[in-house]
């Protein structure tokens, strides 16, 4: 099965296009895990039970688990075989940002991949299509190139004009040209105008984005801008906002409150 396919059947089945972001920190853990074997992974398990229901996908980032070593690598790989036995219908995109040459490229898509088996993996453009080839070769996973990414300086450098146009859009007018049938699309929500741009040259692959606002008006826009002609074709990723909804007892609870509110809400906007 693709990711498209998988992707496509739990957007249905869940309602939803919300993707959580698994990015633990043990400082921010409830203090009652942070006494307990594994926290990170029981971190993890309790967040998932509590909202498998209301994702179309979990990302997590692979920085929050190396940061710990391989203690956390181990932890890692803990929370992507209990999403895959428990929850298999539920596709996971390792969000590593891979992006080099060769040899080197080919051991990340085989890492991602086959070791830890990703449904999707992120990745840089800026090496060239052939640093990304050794990804597109797994035909059944989905590629997603960070094209427009979310934070306040990403202009800095992908808004620099050439040829009278910014960079970004150069690139994503070169990818456009790529005849691979996996690839995938980050663009940040807090670029909405960006976002939209990016989706006419794309009307038809997969997006990932992050950074929706707090305000409703934020989010009307990123979700009109980013939703294809069948209102889905998109995964709006939340991380913080519902991972540490409370530090308490509840965090579970309070994490599938959040994550309702959130999937509701851009629903709400799909039409």
């Known amino acids: 099965m693709t990711f498209a396919q998988k992707l496509n059947s739990i957007v249905k089945n869940n309602n939803s296009l919300l993707c959580i972001g698994l990015d633990p ?35 997590p980032n692979i920085a929050f688990y190396e940061a710990e070593g ?3 690598l181990k932890q ?7 999403i895959q036995s428990s ?35 992120t990745v840089y453009p800026y090496l060239g299509k052939d640093s990304l080839i050794p990804f597109f070769e797994y035909q ?10 979310s934070n306040p300086d990403a202009k800095m450098f992908q808004d620099i004009i050439v040829d009278g146009k910014p960079l970004y859009l150069k690139i994503a007018k070169e990818i456009a040209t790529w ?20 989706r006419n040259i794309f009307p038809t692959s997969i997006f ?4 929706l606002g707090a305000q409703q008006a934020e989010i009307e826009r990123a979700v009109k801008s980013g939703i294809d002609e069948n209102g889905a074709g998109i995964m709006f990723n939340a991380s913080r906002s519902i991972l540490y909804a409370s530090s308490g007892e509840d965090f579970a609870q309070k994490a599938r409150d959040e994550a309702k509110k959130l999937r509701d809400l851009i ?5």
């Open 267 to 271: 629903n709400k906007f799909r039409k």
């Open 76 to 82: 890692l790989e803990q929370t992507i075989k209990y």
């Open 140 to 149: 059944e996973k989905l590629v997603i190139i960070l094209i427009r990414t």
């Open 87 to 121: 929850y298999p219908e539920v596709p996971i995109i390792l969000d590593a940002k891979r992006g080099d040459i060769g040899n080197t490229d080919r051991m990340y898509a085989k890492a991602a991949f086959e070791k830890w088996k990703a449904d999707a993996v």
């Open 208 to 211: 990932l984005s992050a950074g």
């Open 179 to 198: 005849r691979y049938n996996n690839i995938g699309i980050f663009v940040g929500a807090t670029y909405p105008e960006e976002l939209k741009l990016i």
């Open 25 to 59: 920190e043990l400082s921010k853990l409830p203090s009652h895990l942070q006494k307990v074997k594994d926290p990170i992974f029981e971190f993890n398990k309790a967040i998932i039970d509590a909202t498998h229901d209301l994702v179309c996908t979990y990302k």
């Open 70 to 72: 391989l203690e956390g």
